[in-house]
């Protein structure tokens, strides 16, 4: 059967061409000639795109210059003004010498695979916004547990750990976590729920719910995506009210003791007065005396949990402050045959502070001081140093024993509402420390190591902190205690 070549070139579903060296187009199919008009006489980027001189990157161009076949990827308006875009492919034609005298272009509408390409691209940007502005952490992880995806609140929480594991970025730790709800769910395929505690890569603890999906491709668990909604709130009010039964109970049973005591201090005064037994009278008194003291000291430890104290600020001596602690304290050292002793730099200086409240937060470190050595392995021969010392800006305040000292999981805990190792007391104590430093614009540093000892270090500002524009601040909440 002899092939009508001709009939062929017309019917073929794309837009045929040839072209001269000049670029001037010699020939072109029907569909061609339908979509660009007439062409006699016109070079080819007249007809494709309304130009006036050659496109720089030209792909029958290439032909004429190589003799090799290329091919691009380009936009062309057509008579009734549309846009196409289409792939071209050149391919040299040669006369009977071998000589390329000519070029076919034939040029592929590929303007709808370019409009589901868009489309595409703006359902992937959708989701990527979703993804990133989605208000809880979110990461995809692999059967290895490898962070190989994450939105930006993880990111910004927990640093760039794309590659690495799930429990080095959440827990800082070197193991998987037992249980693992992604675990769990690359093992059955279903989503998991569980409530962890994270930490943040600039060290803030966060309660967060997690809940894991399965992702499959082909029907194969390949990557579990891990959502984790922040909860510390919630779970902060929760402690909030956990901490106020607690803190009834407790003071109940101090107070008790403490009532008790008086009580019997006072049967002591009454009964030496109808005696007339001067002795007794002393005894009693002092009973009433010391309980009344331990009294209103709980009542000032709880006064600074309950509300935001505003200091009553005066010039205040590190060294007459220091001293006036160690001094108070020295009593219960030799009590407990510890050595209690006071160092203070020539750069000490003063500061302005609330006496009573940097006396109760010092006061509250020694005692802990104290305790530890009390609580050591030998305690003969502890020993507590209270050091002064500072700067331009700040003093500082070291109280240092070689007494039981903390493992880590206890550093971590020591500020905490109620806790104590002690078996004994509210467990206010460095947690209202630590508040008075902050009220103060300062910090405390805490280094111990179990078995070797423990060292407080404050910092306080010398001169109070500007917190007029600070509306969290003790001072602009107006509350004023007299504790």
Not at 8 to 31: G, H, T, Y
Not at 251 to 264: D, E, P
Not at 313 to 320: D, G, K, P, T, V
């Amino acid at each position: 059967m002899e092939l009508d070549y001709r009939e062929i070139f017309e019917a073929m579903p794309c837009f045929l061409s040839v072209q001269d060296r000049d670029f001037k187009i010699v020939e072109a199919n029907e569909r061609f000639r339908k979509f660009f008009g007439d062409f006699e006489g016109r070079y080819c980027y007249q007809v494709y795109k309304q130009r006036s001189e050659r496109c720089e990157v030209c792909p029958v161009a290439r032909t004429f210059r190589d003799g090799e076949r290329h091919e691009s990827e380009e936009e062309m308006t057509t008579l009734s003004g549309d846009v196409l875009s289409v792939l071209v492919r050149s391919k040299p034609i040669y006369d009977e010498k071998g000589e390329i005298v000519a070029a076919m272009e034939m040029s592929t509408d590929i303007t709808h695979i370019k409009n589901l390409q868009k489309l595409l691209r703006a359902s992937q940007k959708r989701y990527h916004t979703l993804f990133d502005e989605v208000p809880c952490y979110i990461s995809i992880q692999d059967q290895d547990l490898n962070i190989i995806e994450a939105n930006k609140a993880f990111l910004e929480d927990f640093g760039r750990a794309l590659g690495a594991k799930c429990f080095e970025a959440y827990k800082h730790r070197n193991t998987p976590c037992e249980p693992c709800p992604v675990q769990q769910t690359l093992a059955d395929g279903v989503s998991h729920t569980r409530e962890e505690v994270v930490t943040s890569r600039h060290g803030k603890r966060k309660n967060v719910l997690v809940t894991t999906a399965p992702i499959l491709e082909g029907g194969e668990l390949t990557a579990v995506m891990e959502m984790s909604a922040d909860i510390t709130p919630i779970r902060d009010l929760e402690d909030r009210l956990t901490q106020l039964g607690l803190l009834i109970g407790s003071v109940s049973h101090s107070l008790k003791g403490l009532l008790n005591g008086l009580s019997g201090g006072m049967y002591l005064v009454n009964s030496g007065f109808a005696k007339s037994d001067e002795s007794r009278v002393k005894r009693g008194w002092a009973t009433v005396q010391r309980n009344a003291e331990r009294i209103k000291t709980m009542v000032s430890d709880i006064l600074y949990y309950a509300k935001d104290r505003v200091p009553s600020w005066e010039l205040l001596s590190a060294r007459e402050i220091a001293g006036d602690v160690v001094a108070m304290m020295e009593p219960r050292a030799a009590e407990l045959g510890t050595d209690l002793s006071l160092e203070v730099g020539a750069d000490a200086g003063d500061l302005e502070g609330d006496p009573q409240a940097v006396r109760s937060l010092l006061a509250n470190l020694v005692e802990n001081s104290l305790d530890a050595c009390r609580l050591a392995e030998y305690p003969e021969g502890c020993r507590v140093v209270v050091r002064v010392n500072g700067d331009p800006d700040m003093v500082r305040f070291e109280v240092e024993d070689d007494g039981l000292g903390m493992d880590q999981e206890t550093q971590e805990k020591a500020f905490s509402l109620f806790f104590s190792t002690k078996g004994t007391g509210t467990g206010l104590g460095l947690f209202i420390s630590d508040k008075i430093a902050h009220a103060h614009g300062g910090d405390i540093d805490l280094n111990s190591k179990l078995g070797e000892g423990t060292k407080f270090l404050v910092s306080l500002p010398r001169v109070r902190p500007d917190q007029s524009g600070d509306p969290e601040s003790p001072m602009m909440k107006g509350n004023t205690i007299d504790a």
